[in-house]
């Protein structure tokens, strides 16, 4: 089992929808997580931290589910400027503190 | 404007050239990390210097070399690359558990 996997989509969805993306991770000691943007031939730049009980950031919700070792990212109302690549990725247990980033998942929406 | 500086931004040298690739990071982070990223590919991690490890991927071939003098400067020497090689390298740095900031990456081109 990969440690971070999500799903490479493309998500492919009209301006003003709703869209989901689940993350999940193997190491159940991981202490941090976060959600990037990248955008094509760009580097990835800091989305959101995701926190315990949750956090919102205008469009944009994260959760956290420990039990299921999973993190999702909830965008609402998108843009044609969200169209990108959404990296999820850990950090910490097992005395390791190197990020490890999932393979990322596509996003596109359209007119 | 992130913090991390990468140069160049772009390069093209032959096989038989060497190189160096540099970062620097005016965050007073303790961690810097090497990432390769080829076309349509997910981030590689190549090598990680902090204080509490340093980390080299295995599979990362010999004729990349990490330097790392002090915290704020990363070094990714090259030579006798191969075509296979080309790809966006990223540099990136961290304090702690908290998030990873990135340059804007070396583009490669092996001809």
């Known amino acids: 089992r990969k440690e971070v996997e999500q799903d490479p989509g493309p998500f492919n969805v009209p301006e003003g929808a709703t869209v989901a993306f689940n993350c999940t991770y193997s190491n159940s000691a991981s202490q941090s997580f976060f959600w990037y943007r990248q955008d094509c031939r760009k580097e990835p730049k800091l989305l959101m931290s995701v926190y315990s009980s949750g956090n919102e950031d205008g469009r944009f919700t994260a959760q956290l589910n420990r039990a299921s070792q999973y993190i999702s990212l909830l965008i609402r109302d998108s843009k044609l400027s969200d169209s990108a690549t959404y990296l999820c990725v850990v950090r910490g247990g097992g005395g390791s503190y190197i990020p490890t980033f999932g393979r990322g998942t596509s996003l596109i929406v359209h007119p | 404007e992130t913090g991390v500086t990468q140069t160049p931004r772009h390069l093209v040298m032959g096989m038989t050239n060497k190189k160096s690739l540099k970062c620097e990071q005016h965050?007073?982070?303790?961690?810097m990390y090497w990432y390769k990223q080829s076309a349509k590919k997910p981030l590689e991690l190549m090598f990680v210097y902090s204080l509490e490890e340093r980390v080299e991927n295995n599979s990362v071939p010999s004729r990349f070399s990490p330097e790392c003098p002090n915290s704020s400067h990363l070094f990714l020497h090259l030579h006798t690359l191969q075509p296979e090689d080309s790809a966006l390298y990223l540099c990136?740095?961290?304090?702690?558990?908290?998030?990873?900031?990135f340059g804007q990456g070396t583009r490669l081109t092996v001809v």
């Open positions: 965050l007073g982070h303790n961690a």
């Open positions: 990136a740095s961290s304090q702690g558990q908290a998030e990873a900031f």
